[in-house]
């Protein structure tokens, strides 16, 4: 259960990206200090933003957490998107994408201390 962690948090930092032919994608890793332990990602069409590559990524993370046997009840998520954690935060809505990441987490708040977390991209973070 690369979700669990004693007593420690979890620090899982999320990425996104686009390539040459405008397909976006996004990923996140699981660290135990400055080491990876486990990395998954998902794909967008070529129609989603970095930003929605993002907030999926979130949402999809806060779903496999949930489906782990006993996960870490501290859990801290670092995203270098300022954007989606604004829009993640904001009370207001018109995202649908935003809206499923919002409901997963707070189903994830009810027995998990989850918090997002910013963190500078591209500044020899060596995870993110």
């Known amino acids: 259960n690369f ?4 007593n420690s948090a979890v620090l899982i930092y999320t990425d996104e990206s ?32 970095v930003f ?5 990524s979130i949402t999809q993370l ?3 957490l949930l489906n782990q046997e006993n996960p870490s009840k501290n859990v801290i998520i670092r995203s270098d ?8 935060l904001n009370p207001l809505t018109k995202s649908e994408t935003v809206k499923k990441c919002k409901e997963t987490l707070n189903i994830g708040k009810c027995d998990i201390n989850i918090n997002l977390d910013w ?4 500044s020899n973070i060596i995870v993110n």
Do not use: L, M, P
């Open 3 to 6: 979700f669990s962690y004693s």
């Open 18 to 49: 686009k390539d040459e032919q405008g397909c976006t994608g996004a990923g996140w890793t699981i660290t135990r200090g400055d080491v990876s332990i486990h990395q998954s990602s998902v794909s967008s069409n070529s129609e989603a933003s």
């Open 52 to 56: 929605q590559a993002e907030v999926t």
């Open 62 to 64: 806060v779903i496999a």
């Open 81 to 88: 998107s300022q954007s989606a954690i604004a829009a993640i």
């Open 119 to 122: 963190c500078r991209g591209h």
